[in-house]
């Protein structure tokens, strides 16, 4: 069993623990079975084997994946480690593709505390539906610091970091600036509203977290990681003030442990974990690899981190929307951007979702 991790606010301290997590991460299978059980998990697996001879491949009923994967949707197998009730409370943590899954809960008359009507009900700047966008948070690092400044009484919010752009704008580098920046008294109303709506993820049961992003930025003067890329207008002004990164198994490792210490030291007292991967690929990169190489670098070690992360903690599971999106017909499942999962494709994820989690 690896140790759960806590971290103090400074960062030095968490590099720290990451440093000592790296050998138990490497080291450590996550599962081992005697033969005898292998051989009953593939016999009892519906989803087990991918071709068999002398099968038609167009057989719409047909179980191996070489014919499952012939279909508008892909349906993967699943076993949920647990189950939730209809009364449960939800809240969704994480990218985009997260308010996709807010919206379809919501949709279906289940409570999503993360919906929050203060900012569903602003204007957004571009072009997003709703105001929500705002609470976007793109890598395991904005995750964990959203959570602990809501609920680590310890823990406090580093002000320096919100930066002026003009005479009269300021920018909280910790959201997603889906609204118009605005002046700084309104600045600091929105960071502690942003809060207020975090706080009530300890009245849910069910918590969603969507794991977006790998490529991270560090704000050097604040000593804190960032939820997206700085404004062109501040890499100008202050060059050297925000470090580009491309993030480590071990670090994300570090960050979902410390974010299952919060959650079961300050949320509620049965909390339950679904970790997903969201589809929705990267705008642009700052590396020095093609978008679609990074793009299915930073996944890979997304989805490779949350399934170990779902391995060692019981309240803690996996649930496969990225597969979903990915294995589906391209024409139905996405928008012409290719980035966005259309609605029906969301509705069938959430139906599979609904019906293998939800008493």
């Known amino acids: ?177 889906t609204l118009e920046f605005v002046g ?33 930025w560090r704000d050097v003067k604040a000593d804190v990681f960032v939820n997206r890329t700085p404004v062109p207008s501040l890499i100008k002004t202050e060059p050297d003030r925000y470090e580009f990164q491309l993030s480590s198994f071990a670090q994300n490792w570090a960050n979902l442990e410390m974010i299952h210490r919060l959650l079961t030291t300050f949320g509620h007292s049965d909390v339950h974990v679904i970790v997903t991967v969201s589809p929705v690929p990267l705008m642009n990169t700052f590396s020095n690899m093609d978008i679609v190489v990074a793009n299915s670098w930073a996944k890979s070690l997304l989805r490779a981190v949350s399934q170990e992360w779902a391995a060692v903690h019981s309240n803690v599971d996996y649930f496969p929307s990225y597969e979903i999106v990915q294995n589906s017909d391209r024409r139905e499942m996405w928008e012409d951007d290719l980035r966005h999962v259309k609605g029906p494709g969301v509705q069938h994820i959430m139906d599979l979702f609904l019906g293998n989690y939800i008493e």
């Open 1 to 177: 069993m690896r140790a759960v991790l806590s971290c103090p606010l400074g960062l030095r301290d968490c590099h720290s623990i990451m440093q000592t997590t790296n050998d138990a991460v490497s080291t450590q299978p996550t599962y081992v079975a005697r033969a005898a059980k292998a051989v009953d998990n593939y016999r009892e697996n519906p989803g087990a084997t991918w071709y068999k001879d002398n099968t038609d491949p167009n057989d719409p009923d047909g179980k191996y994946a070489f014919q499952r994967l012939r279909q508008t949707y892909f349906t993967p197998h699943v076993n949920p480690k647990f189950k939730f009730f209809r009364n449960d409370r939800f809240y969704a943590i994480g990218s985009c593709f997260a308010r996709g899954i807010e919206s379809a809960l919501a949709g279906r008359k289940v409570i999503v505390e993360s919906a929050a009507p203060e900012f569903a009900k602003l204007q957004p700047a571009n072009r997003e539906p709703s105001g929500l966008g705002f609470l976007n948070k793109y890598n395991t690092y904005s995750i964990l610091n959203e959570l602990r400044w809501a609920l680590d009484p310890n823990a406090v919010f580093p002000l320096d970091s919100i930066v002026q752009l003009t005479k009269t704008t300021w920018y909280d580098p910790h959201t997603n600036p």
């Open 184 to 216: 700084f008294e309104e600045t600091l109303e929105r960071r502690a509203l942003t809060q207020t709506v975090t706080k009530r993820i300890k009245g849910c049961r069910a918590v969603i977290v969507t794991l977006g992003l790998a490529e991270v």
